[in-house]
């Protein structure tokens, strides 16, 4: 009895830890990329102009949750969506690649 219920527990356990990661992002690639943008901007607006992240760390949030809110995207989404393309590295090489691009005219 005792085995089953070890036995019971790995498969739980298992079955937990098996999450689907080929799941859809939230948002839209174009959306997501958009939004990305914008929020890679601010980042390196502050990083240039105030180098230590302790400075503007909490500015740097209002800023991000502002052009969130603007787009209609929770903080949870774009997350989901990130971590999406964190794994699928070459569909998140190709949105930095157009970014770039977009940039670099």
């Keep these: 009895m005792n085995l ?3 036995i019971f527990l ?3 356990l298992v079955l937990i830890s098996c999450e689907n990661t080929d799941i859809a992002p ?9 939004v990305y943008s914008e929020i890679m901007i601010l980042e390196s607006y ?9 400075i503007y760390k909490d500015s740097l949030l209002k800023s991000v949750n502002h052009v969130l809110e603007k787009n209609k995207v ?7 969506t990130f971590n999406y393309y964190s794994r699928h590295q070459e569909e998140f090489q190709g949105i930095n690649t ?8």
């Excluded at 502050?46 to 302790?54: A, I, M, S, V």
């Excluded at 929770?74 to 989901?80: A, G, I, L, R, Y």
């Excluded at 970014?99 to 670099?104: A, F, G, K, T, V």
Aim: glycine share 0%.
């Design 4 to 6: 089953m219920k070890v």
């Design 10 to 12: 790995v498969l739980v």
């Design 26 to 34: 939230p948002i839209s690639r174009e959306k997501f990329k958009s």
């Design 46 to 54: 502050y990083q240039l102009n105030f180098r230590n992240t302790n």
């Design 74 to 80: 929770s903080f949870e989404d774009f997350e989901k």
């Design 98 to 105: 157009e970014l770039i691009e977009l940039y670099s005219k």
